[in-house]
């Protein structure tokens, strides 16, 4: 009896968690199948995922984007706007999180308590202000709105690192001191090789959030030339005739490209930073 248990407990296990799988991923499915589906179709009262004709064409509909503009001119934008952010972000959160980790100055806890607080600080507060800025800058309708401010931290990811680097051993930087390297130099050779699952982490972070960002491309970019893929999407919906509902769902399943093969090729480094960061801090 206590062996028919030990061997049905793993298999209603694997059943349970196939089923979850399942309903987590139907979104995705009905998504998929949608984007070849016939408008009238799309929000049928039918349960059924499959289309009754495949309409193929709703990928080249979708793809000619609008007036000039092809959706290869959207992707672009945003592949420019998200490797830039990514970059910023991480190289300067890196920076900021070696100074809190291993140097003293006047007021660290302080600042580094600042910092964190700014995490449980709203966008919606600081929309406006950064706004007025950027206005009075002359960077609205271009893409330093949604740049620029990655190169100055990003508060998640200074934490992250932050417990990513303590966990390093003091006596390599004084090792290092000894041969003659200064605190650049420990910074470069030492710290950011032995952080690099968390600069992973912080990387791929980085660009699913940004790339699924609305709000930014919607508040600073009204040329056409300029719209990200998550802002062209919209494009898709006119409240005063009808809407191309399968262009924007196919364009949609696009989208989601980049973002999938980025989680395949480097969910290795998603893991080891997760939880290297949660057994070391």
């Not at 139907?26 to 929000?43: C, H």
């Not at 004084?174 to 950011?192: E, T, V």
């Amino acid at each position: 009896m206590t062996l028919t248990k030990t061997k049905l407990l793993p298999i209603a296990a694997q059943v349970l968690l196939f089923a979850f799988s399942i309903l987590m991923l139907y979104p995705v499915l009905w998504m998929v199948f949608s984007s070849f589906k016939d408008n009238s179709e799309i929000f049928a009262k039918s349960f059924s995922l499959f289309p009754t004709e495949w309409k193929f064409g709703n990928y080249a509909a979708g793809w000619k984007g609008f007036g000039s503009y092809t959706f290869a001119t959207f992707f672009k934008n945003s592949f420019i706007v998200v490797l830039i952010y990514t970059v910023g972000a991480v190289l300067s959160s890196a920076f900021i999180a070696y100074g809190f980790a291993r140097m003293e100055f006047a007021g660290k806890k302080f600042w580094f308590a600042c910092m964190i607080a700014t995490l449980m600080l709203p966008q919606e507060v600081i929309m406006v202000p950064q706004y007025i800025v950027f206005q009075w800058l002359g960077w609205v309708n271009t893409f330093l709105p949604l740049t620029v401010p990655s190169f100055f931290g990003i508060p998640f990811f200074i934490f992250m690192l932050v417990q990513f680097m303590r966990s390093i051993p003091a006596e390599l930087d004084n090792a290092a001191k000894i041969d003659g390297c200064n605190s650049f130099m420990i910074f470069y050779r030492i710290i950011l090789p032995l952080t690099l699952p968390g600069l992973m982490t912080a990387a791929i972070f980085a660009f699913y959030w940004h790339w699924q960002d609305f709000i930014g491309p919607l508040l600073y970019l009204s040329r056409p030339d300029l719209y990200t893929v998550s802002l062209a999407l919209k494009m898709f919906s006119d409240p005063d005739t009808s809407s191309n509902w399968g262009g924007m769902i196919a364009m949609s399943v696009l989208s989601l490209v980049p973002v999938i093969v980025i989680f395949f090729c480097f969910q290795r480094y998603i893991v080891e930073g997760i939880t290297a960061g949660g057994v070391k801090g």
